[in-house]
Structures are given as C-alpha cells and as structure tokens.
C-alpha cells in the first residue's frame, strides 16, 4: 500500500519561506514521480510542480516559477517543495501525489492516484 504523508505547513507573512516534505512508503519510490498541488478554498486542486522519478527533471506552474523549487532524495524516499517569497494567494492546502504507473509524469491531477492528507500553508499579509 502506497502511504504519502506531508509535512512543514504553516503560517507565514508575505516574503516569508517555507519548505515542505513528503515521505513515501510502500513501493520503490526512485521508480516514479512526484507532484505538489494546491487547494484554495472553494477552488479546484491545482498544479504547483513536478519532478521525474530520477529527479532529472522539474515542472512548474507558471505561477511559481521562480519562487518554488522541487527536489527529491531517492536515499530517504522524500520530495520537498521549497517555497520562497510566498504570496497571501499562496495560501492553499498542499497535497503531494504519486502516480500509478512507474515514470510517468503529468501536470494533471487526474493522472494521479496516490495522495497525502494535505499540509496547510497560510500566508499572511
């Protein structure tokens, strides 16, 4: 049984950083990719980012770019989303999600099958 669980939200002021982390277990986490994504309340769940089961390569949201980097250690079965200069509309639940099949990788969510309980992240102004 895949398990994701996050970790690391919280509650920031506008410029501020915060960086959060995924540990994965039950299958051979190097095999496949890794997505962040966010929900707003009364908003669907959005794309943040991607990275190849390698690490190789990353996918942003153009929202993000430039303020958000994933990154993975394969050793620790982990995948991180560093966010810097967060925005008040930043402020969302942030899920990360695996999919079924080994590399594959996608910006959608629907591709997905395997999903965290969320980490809160609020974003004060």
């Known amino acids: 049984q895949v398990r994701l669980v996050e970790s690391g939200g919280g509650l920031v002021q506008a410029g501020g950083s915060l960086r959060l982390s995924c540990v994965a277990s039950?299958?051979?986490?190097?095999?496949?990719?890794m997505a962040w994504f966010s929900q707003a309340p009364g908003k669907e769940r959005e794309f943040v980012a991607s990275i190849s089961a390698r690490g190789a390569g990353t996918y942003y949201a153009d929202s993000v770019k430039g303020r958000v980097t994933i990154s993975r250690d394969n050793g620790r079965n982990t995948v991180f989303l560093q966010m810097n200069n967060l925005k008040p509309e930043d402020t969302a639940v942030y899920y990360c999600?695996?999919?079924?099949?080994?590399?594959?990788?996608?910006?959608?969510?629907?591709?997905?099958?395997?999903w965290g309980q969320g980490t809160q992240v609020t974003v004060s102004s």
């Open positions: 999600a695996a999919p079924e099949a080994p590399f594959r990788i996608s910006r959608s969510a629907s591709e997905y099958t395997y």
């Open positions: 039950g299958r051979t986490f190097s095999n496949f990719a």
